[in-house]
């Protein structure tokens, strides 16, 4: 082959309409780094590098010269290789609008629809609606949130992306569930009496008069130079040659088959989708890489009289168009196998994912987890292989996906297409998958199965059954379908074949992944769905022969889950006596809205590069309890563009504060105590060369005991923090004397990471004058980093100065760690003169950061038979990892915070933070609320099961009274709380609804529902005086702008929204007379974390009180001229030497807490509120879907309900997460697994409320707060309990229903394994079952 003649030095391609010519293209090079670093294209976000975020969507654009078409789809930069771009029109979230030119309407739409909080997922978001607009300007609404389902928001929550997204769609305004023809606002919700008249129409937070039209001709047309290459230009085979790497395009078949001969072992990248992320992730190098992507023949679709023929070079987006095309045109009974792949390419990844990934890639992954290749088994589909000695054809079955030599490609040989043959008469093909989460999540197990009966007398002419996730790759039960061949479709039957195939695929109980037990269930119940779905058919077919189904039994078979969205939001409307322009109490888009949308926000990474940067990897411990024998940096070093690599050693006794004030230390010198804990950090020229050498350290370990990772290992070994936190109230012992029942119980809630959307970032630059550093970190708290980078410089903290214009979400992960990375970046940049940039990848900075912690809390409740409860004596125990860190001020608020919305007479309540050898825990929306709480509600709801009562009348009867006191005797007036909770149960239509669960679950055996209300009182302060103190600067310039700045951070809740609103209401300026840049320790120094639901609180307090001091000096001016405007009033009073800048300040709320006496009052002022949640579970799968959300919350007068309402849906989103899909997954050696959103299951999109209403409680009583507002930001976690027990109550019902009536012991999260092996029946005792301690688990409890 003469590649070298023909090698194209040139790649060309397009973006945003201009034309990028690469001279030395870079195999290694992905289009995300060369957007953000080489383009300065920065909209474009990385989230986690491996195609699971969405945050980094662009739309790529292809002219095909045959088809003459134009193909637009949506592409995660980060896994595309830009030499796979040649000819490509790339259109990032910067090219399809910007403010100095022209919004886009989807950007503008998603700001003023309110779907942005910290803006960082939102170009991402943008891209992806885009790219489906390109394709459907009026898309439906199925279409749009199957658009949307690769892309994650940690902030909002979904409900107001889906608004924005409705905005598009032909019909608009009500859930556009046409299912039996009626429109949810028709039939009422759950065919139950809807809202009254008046509430369907309440006000909305954005109008959509405003909107701009969407114009399709005003799009950007694709690049005609490059239309005219593809048609005129010789086709050339083009070579790119890297450092390391070389790649090849050949343009005909031909060259491919000399290519593949030359280069045997190189891969075919197509996607990209699994070599992209094996190379990243699994450090896999291939030095010759061979795109086929031009190479037509890969693209065919052949319809022939025995079947579809696909070309492996077809992405599965164009797969899953072909089948939904092929269903429509042929007879059911052709397309069995045709239709079974169509659901799974449902439910398959994201649209970008599927839309870069090709059948042939997926196909010769053999991923163990795929979910194409057993549909492909069973419907015996066979590939039609090529090489230079001639075609031939190999069936896909299991041979080929064990990778048997004799069944497998030769390594010269390639896969052109798949046929996949069409199905007979009695022939049934099914698809079944379950996952974490229903989309872009890979099956726990997933199986094709299909059954051939010959003709219509049932008996078994054919069977195949092939199982994923159970393996090392796709398995097949062939003894089992063939020992069933010749036997009748009955019960009998499928009793034999569930024993026959737990036989034969047998997992261990070691196997990789875990979940074992969960994994043989799920194994015989596909068995039995699939036994269902084929009688459900042969009923229908042949009515007379073969019984029905149980009535029962038949839901089982509908899918639980529906895409279709509908919210409702109620919100008291700003006070008729305001001024007409003050904005306080209006829904005002987030001040950043539209730049978040366009691209044009800058967080810390946007920063362009300074002069000579250099960046910063730490390199940490892979043992998590081990002596440092020795650390090898020599190969290190010597990896080309190293300049330094700090150890420990050089930090030594180098100390800084955390949080609470307790020292930490920076890297570790001797002994490691956590896996991740940071050992040293590589200081390079590049991120790829810093990276490149991290990984050349070599370190000696020598483990050391104990090693403690559970919280029942630190118990066990008396390992704790200090101090232990302990309330009473009353006498609880003399209390359980007088009782009529007394329980005891536990439950373990899991812990969750923050998963923030932009990672851990820093950029310490050096000023080269009087030591002065300038820090530009994405941290909530700008000065624990001032402090830290001082004292690790030795420098007074005057020279040093912490920028933080935003942060792309937070929630309490950006604190403590953040300061410690920051120092140790500040002391490499100080030590080498130059600026240093430190950015951590998506498993870095879940390993090094840790999260929420885990809790174990043990109860023991006194209570009477009437469900009050008289005694209540707690232990809660967290997992605080290796260091300090937070845990005991989380610790505190978790005791404080425990009794939630209950008066427990008599209570006693210990909390220990264990000690153990895992990355600390931290600070997390809530602070050990969302744990406390879930535990006291168990016990509640345990309580009421003892009793015969339902969980709600429990809850009734315990709850605080209107006036009241705390267990530390803090007066509490909760009548809020009680309206919050009889408007819910009155909102939800609780008692109707409850009864058509019960009639529900009385007619379904394999699907049950569950409904839960759950009050929430929510302690709002920090217990002390000095931390919510607060306080901003404003000025005024001569133009009669102004320029405010507060110590709030902006993290995505809207505080400099609302403190503009706030200058505007008290200047009595437009708000867009007012600009706000960021924070910084340069304009207020000494500011508290931004955190605990008091940013606006405090510093809007502060902000007050600077206008006001700048109004009181205005005052004689402003009166000399009444009629001037603010130009006018600051020349005056710059000629009158007027000051036009003034500080603010606010104290701080009174708060107090004595520990030792056990009483205070810690908090200010307290959030109330209830969430009503309703799920349909899954008995057979363990699946679950929130059907319907409804939530009142009381927030005093909301200074800006959208803003507000945003915070309550994104913090019960988020809680609903904590307590169901999100599982973080250690090793029984501490070492964590769950590093990436592949592996961590954040909710998405598919996991909102199908009916979500959020209500705001009329102002009843006026907190002595700004503008009698309530901060909220960290509260709605806790409704997101409310769905768990939803689960709960489904499962009781479930248990109940099989004759089991004792206590139910379900620990969060509540996840599809939970619920799956909750519902005991017969397949779980059908299941092989370990004895614990017979095999070393994967994973263990923490
Ligand atoms: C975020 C994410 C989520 C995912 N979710 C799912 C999921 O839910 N379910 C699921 O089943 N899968 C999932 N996947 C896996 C995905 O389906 C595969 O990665 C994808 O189909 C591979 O296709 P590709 O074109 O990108 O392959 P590439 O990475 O380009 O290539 C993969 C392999 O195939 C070989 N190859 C490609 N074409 C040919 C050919 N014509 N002839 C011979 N060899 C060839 C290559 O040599 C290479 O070894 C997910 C992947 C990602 C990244
Ligand atoms: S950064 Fe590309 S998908 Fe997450
Ligand atoms: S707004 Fe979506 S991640 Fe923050």
């Not at 290789?81 to 609008?97: D, H, K, N, R």
């Not at 940071?678 to 020229?685: D, G, K």
């Not at 007027?1138 to 004595?1154: C, H, K, P, Q, V």
């Amino acid at each position: 082959m003469a590649e070298a003649v023909h090698a194209a030095t040139e790649l060309l391609f397009y973006v945003n309409g201009h034309k990028v010519i690469e001279k030395n293209a870079d195999p290694e090079v992905m289009l995300l780094p060369y957007l953000r670093k080489k383009l300065r294209l920065t909209g474009t976000k990385y989230g986690c590098g491996g195609g699971g975020c969405g945050a980094c969507t662009v739309m790529i654009s292809q002219y095909n010269p045959i088809t003459k078409k134009i193909r637009h789809y949506p592409a995660n930069a980060c896994l595309l290789p830009i030499c796979s771009l040649y000819g490509a029109a790339v259109t990032t979230v910067e090219g399809i609008g910007s403010t100095h030119t022209r919004i886009h309407p989807v950007q503008e739409r998603i700001a003023k629809c309110h779907g942005t909080q910290c803006g960082f997922c939102t170009p991402g978001m943008v891209m992806s609606i885009y790219a489906l607009l390109r394709n459907h300007p009026e898309p439906s609404l199925d279409q749009l949130t199957d658009a949307l389902g690769g892309n994650l928001c940690r902030c909002t929550g979904y409900r107001p992306i889906i608004d924005a997204c409705k905005t598009f769609c032909k019909t608009t305004g009500c859930c556009q569930s046409k299912e039996n023809g009626i429109c949810c606002l028709d039939q009422g919700i759950n065919g139950l009496p809807g809202f009254e008249e008046e509430d369907k129409t309440s006000a909305k937070l954005f109008s959509e008069d405003e909107f701009l039209p969407l114009d399709p001709t005003q799009e950007l047309i694709f690049p005609p130079e490059l239309m005219v290459m593809a048609e005129k230009q010789p086709q050339r085979i083009r070579v790119f040659g890297g450092d390391r790497m070389k790649w090849i395009s050949p343009v005909s078949l031909k060259e491919l088959l000399e290519a593949k001969v030359k280069y045997p072992q190189a891969p075919l990248v197509m996607g990209n989708t699994s070599v992209g992320p094996e190379v990243k992730f699994k450090g896999v190098f291939h030095p010759v890489i061979i795109s086929p992507d031009r190479i037509e023949e890969l693209c065919v679709v052949n319809h022939t009289c025995n079947g579809l023929t696909i070309g492996a070079g077809l992405s599965l987006a164009q797969v899953k168009d072909i089948l939904a095309d092929v269903i429509l045109k042929l007879p059911e009974e052709k397309t069995q196998t045709h239709r079974a792949l169509l659901k799974h390419l449902g439910t398959l990844a994201g649209s970008q994912i599927r839309s870069m990934a090709s059948l042939g890639g997926h196909i010769m992954s053999r991923h163990l987890d795929s979910d194409l290749n057993p549909l492909l088994a069973v419907g015996n589909c066979t590939l039609n292989l090529l090489s230079k000695e001639g075609e031939r054809q190999v069936p896909l079955n299991e041979q080929f996906l064990r990778k048997s030599p004799k069944a497998d490609l030769k390594p010269e040989e390639i896969l052109i297409s798949v046929n996949i043959p069409y199905s007979r008469k009695w022939e049934f093909v099914s698809a079944f998958r379950q996952a974490q989460r229903q989309q872009n999540a890979l099956a726990i197990v997933n199986s094709g199965m299909r059954v051939f009966f010959g003709e219509g007398e049932g008996i078994i002419r054919e069977l195949s059954i092939y199982y994923g996730g159970v393996g090392p790759t796709t398995i097949y039960a062939k003894n089992s379908c063939q020992k069933l061949i010749g036997r009748p479709w009955n019960e009998k039957m499928l009793d034999v074949a569930c024993r026959l195939v737990l036989d034969e695929v047998s997992l261990p109980g070691s196997a990789p992944g875990g979940r074992v037990e969960f994994k043989r269930t799920l194994i015989v119940s596909f068995l039995f769905k699939f036994y269902l779905e084929v009688s459900q058919i042969l009923k229908r077919m042949d009515p007379v022969h073969y019984p029905s189904l149980a009535d029962k039994y038949e839901s089982v078979l509908e899918d639980i889950h529906s895409k279709h969205h509908w919210s409702i939001l109620k919100y008291q409307d700003a006070d008729p006596r305001q001024l007409p322009k003050d904005p306080v109490g209006h829904p005002i888009m987030h001040l950043s809205g539209i730049n978040h949308a366009t691209g044009e926000s800058i967080y810390c990474d946007d920063m362009p590069a300074v002069d000579q940067e250099l960046f910063l990897t730490f390199v940490t411990s892979s043992r998590a309890h081990a002596k440092i024998v020795s650390i090898d940096l020599s190969e290190a070093l010597s990896v080309s563009g190293v300049v330094d690599i700090i150890t420990g050693k050089e930090l030594d006794g180098i100390t800084v504060l955390n949080y609470v004030g307790e020292t930490e230390t920076l890297l570790a010198t001797d002994e490691v105590l956590c896996v991740g804990h940071l050992v040293c950090a590589v200081i390079a020229e590049s991120e790829v060369q810093a990276r490149r050498a991290a990984k050349r350290v070599k370190i000696v370990y020598q483990d050391l005991e104990p090693l403690i990772l559970t919280i029942e290992d630190a118990i066990q070994h008396n390992s704790f923090f200090e101090p232990v936190k302990k309330l009473e109230y009353g006498n609880v012992d003399e209390a359980f004397k007088e009782v009529d029942q007394i329980l005891e119980g536990e439950i373990h809630v899991g812990g969750q990471e923050h998963f923030y959307m932009e990672t851990q970032s820093m950029l310490a630059v050096p000023k080269g004058e009087d030591q002065e550093m300038d820090l530009y970190v994405s941290s909530q708290f700008p000065k624990l980093i001032q402090q830290a980078v001082a004292l690790t410089l030795k420098i007074p903290a005057n020279k040093i100065m912490c920028h933080v214009r935003r942060v792309g979400g937070a929630f309490g992960g950006k604190i403590s760690k953040t300061s410690i990375m920051a120092a140790v970046t500040a002391f490499a940049a100080h030590k080498q003169g130059r600026a240093v940039r430190c950015i951590l990848e998506r498993g870095e900075d879940i390993l090094i950061t840790a999260g929420r912690h885990p809790y174990l809390g043990k109860y023991k409740v006194g209570f009477m038979n009437d469900g009050r409860v008289l005694a209540l004596d707690m232990e809660q125990y967290s997992n605080g990892g290796s260091t300090l860190d937070e845990s005991v001020l989380v610790l505190e608020m978790g005791v404080l915070k425990m009794d939630n919305a209950y008066k427990f007479p008599n209570l006693r309540c210990w909390a220990r933070a264990c000690r153990t050898n895992l990355p600390s825990n931290t600070a997390f929306r809530g602070f050990g609320f969302p744990q406390a709480g879930l535990i006291t509600e168990s016990c509640i709801t345990e309580v009421a099961a003892k009793c015969g009562l339902s969980p709600e009348k429990v809850r009734t009867i315990n709850m605080y009274k209107e006036i009241d006191q705390t267990p530390y005797k803090q007066e509490i007036n909760t009548k809020s709380l009680i309206q919050c909770w009889r408007e819910c149960l009155a909102m939800s239509s609780y008692s109707l609804r409850k009864e058509a669960v019960e009639k529900f679950n009385a007619e379904n055996y394999w699907k049950k529902k569950g409904l839960a209300i759950v009050p929430l009182k929510y302690p709002v302060g920090l217990g002390t005086v000095p931390l919510s103190q607060a306080a901003a600067l404003v000025h005024i310039y001569l133009d009669g702008s102004v320029l405010v700045t507060h110590g709030g951070i902006e993290m995505g809740q809207g505080v400099h929204t609302k403190m503009i609103q706030v200058v505007s209401r008290e200047l009595r300026m437009p708000m867009s007379n007012v600009h706000l840049r960021g924070t910084s320790t340069e304009t207020v120094p000494n500011a508290n974390v931004s955190g605990a639901s008091v940013v606006a609180d405090g510093n809007g307090m502060a902000v007050k009180d600077a206008c006001q001091t700048l109004l009181k000096r205005l005052e004689p001016i402003i009166s000399k001229n009444p009629r001037g405007t603010w130009k006018d009033w600051a020349e005056a009073a710059f000629a009158e030497s007027i000051s036009l800048s003034a500080t603010g300040y606010f104290r701080g709320y009174e708060a107090n807490m004595d520990w030792e006496k056990g009483e205070g009052h810690p908090f200010e002022y307290f959030v109330f509120g209830a969430a009503c949640s309703e799920v349909e579970i899954d008995c057979l799968t363990g699946d679950h879907k929130n059907i319907r959300t409804d939530i009142v919350m009381d927030i005093g007068c909301s200074i800006n309900p959208a803003v507000d309402i945003g915070q309550i849906e994104g913090a019960f989103i988020q809680g609903m997460g904590l307590y169901t899909t999100e599982e973080l997954n250690y090793s029984p050696q501490g070492v964590l697994y769950t590093r990436g959103p592949n592996q961590y299951k954040i909710p998405a999109i598919c996991d909102v409320p199908t009916e979500l209403h959020v209500s705001l409680l009329p102002l009843s009583q006026k907190p002595n707060t700004l503008y009698s507002s309530k901060g909220l930001g960290e509260s709605g976690v806790f409704l997101g309990c409310s769905v768990f027990f939803a689960i709960h109550n489904a499962v009781r019902a479930a248990r109940q229903e099989r004759g089991l009536f004792g206590p139910l012991k379900l620990n969060s999260p509540l996840t599809p394994e939970k619920i799956r092996m909750a519902c005991e029946d017969k397949f779980t005792k059908m299941i092989p079952r370990d004895e614990p301690g017979s095999y070393i688990p994967w994973n263990i409890l923490i």
